[in-house]
């Protein structure tokens, strides 16, 4: 095996070492946030047997519809239509909450799709990350990702949004440059080439502060 060879396979260790690392760490948050729910949950039935044994039947009512409330606005599950999808989404979208980055997702797939589940979740996670890894060079309140997903004719559709810390990002290349250092650019290579494979089309945009990934791929 060749030097280069050998440099190669380091490189690909080292970045798969880290997805499992991110993984873990997205786990570790969801797991922490059902936590923080089933304390909540705790709460709010103390709250109301206090309440009911007061005989206050207006103050349980009005606690609901304060629930009711708090629960439509927080409500942070994003529901697509495609288990794998939805699983990718909200493990991503859980770890960018976390970092405090607001992640708006408008997203709408069918149950079976041609591509692969394995493509598919090496797509969006490899976007998402992308995103977050951008995101986090800003301050807290310029951080925003948008991410929009749906069939287009027989093509889905995919689009992701962050905001950067410079106006118009360099490129070499076909692709613009990374910050994340030696060997994150795996992930866009291996976008790249999932997109090529699928004979679909693939566009970045990088202005006014705002770095952009749109894709299509054939479903039919």
Same mark, same amino acid.
């Given at each position: 095996?060749?030097?280069?060879?050998?440099?190669?396979?380091?490189?690909?260790?080292?970045?798969?070492?880290?997805?499992?690392?991110?993984?873990?760490?997205?786990?570790?948050?969801?797991?922490?946030?059902?936590?923080?729910?089933?304390?909540?949950?705790?709460?709010?039935?103390?709250?109301?047997?206090?309440?009911?044994?007061?005989?206050?039947?207006?103050?349980?009512?009005?606690?609901?519809?304060?629930?009711?409330?708090?629960?439509?606005?927080?409500?942070?599950?994003?529901?697509? &239509? +495609?288990?794998?999808?939805? /699983? !990718?989404?909200? #493990?991503?979208?859980?770890?960018?909450?976390? @970092?405090? =980055?607001? *992640?708006?997702?408008?997203?709408?797939?069918?149950?079976?799709?041609?591509?692969?589940?394995?493509?598919?979740?090496?797509?969006? &996670? +490899?976007?998402?990350?992308? /995103? !977050?890894?951008? #995101?986090?060079?800003?301050?807290?309140?310029? @951080?925003? =990702?948008? *991410?929009?997903?749906?069939?287009?004719?027989?093509?889905?559709?995919?689009?992701?949004?962050?905001?950067?810390?410079?106006?118009?990002?360099?490129?070499?290349?076909?692709?613009?440059?990374?910050?994340?250092?030696?060997?994150?650019?795996?992930?866009?290579?291996?976008?790249?080439?999932?997109?090529?494979?699928?004979?679909?089309?693939?566009?970045?945009?990088?202005?006014?502060?705002?770095?952009?990934?749109?894709?299509?791929?054939?479903?039919?």
């Amino acid at each position: 095996m060749s030097l280069f060879s050998k440099q190669i396979d380091k490189r690909i260790a080292a970045y798969q070492r880290e997805l499992i690392e991110t993984h873990y760490q997205e786990v570790e948050n969801m797991y922490r946030q059902i936590r923080g729910w089933r304390h909540d949950y705790r709460n709010h039935i103390q709250m109301m047997k206090v309440l009911a044994a007061n005989g206050d039947m207006d103050g349980i009512k009005a606690y609901l519809d304060e629930l009711d409330t708090d629960l439509n606005t927080v409500d942070t599950v994003v529901k697509t &239509g +495609n288990a794998m999808a939805d /699983a !990718i989404l909200n #493990s991503k979208i859980s770890l960018a909450r976390s @970092r405090n =980055i607001t *992640v708006q997702c408008d997203a709408h797939i069918p149950v079976q799709l041609k591509m692969s589940e394995l493509d598919l979740c090496c797509i969006i &996670g +490899n976007l998402f990350d992308n /995103a !977050i890894e951008a #995101s986090c060079q800003l301050p807290e309140e310029q @951080r925003m =990702i948008r *991410v929009y997903m749906d069939m287009k004719g027989t093509q889905l559709y995919i689009s992701f949004t962050n905001f950067t810390s410079t106006k118009k990002l360099a490129k070499v290349g076909k692709r613009f440059r990374t910050t994340k250092g030696d060997g994150h650019g795996f992930g866009l290579v291996r976008i790249d080439n999932i997109i090529e494979r699928l004979d679909g089309y693939l566009s970045r945009n990088s202005e006014d502060g705002a770095f952009t990934t749109e894709i299509l791929i054939p479903q039919v």
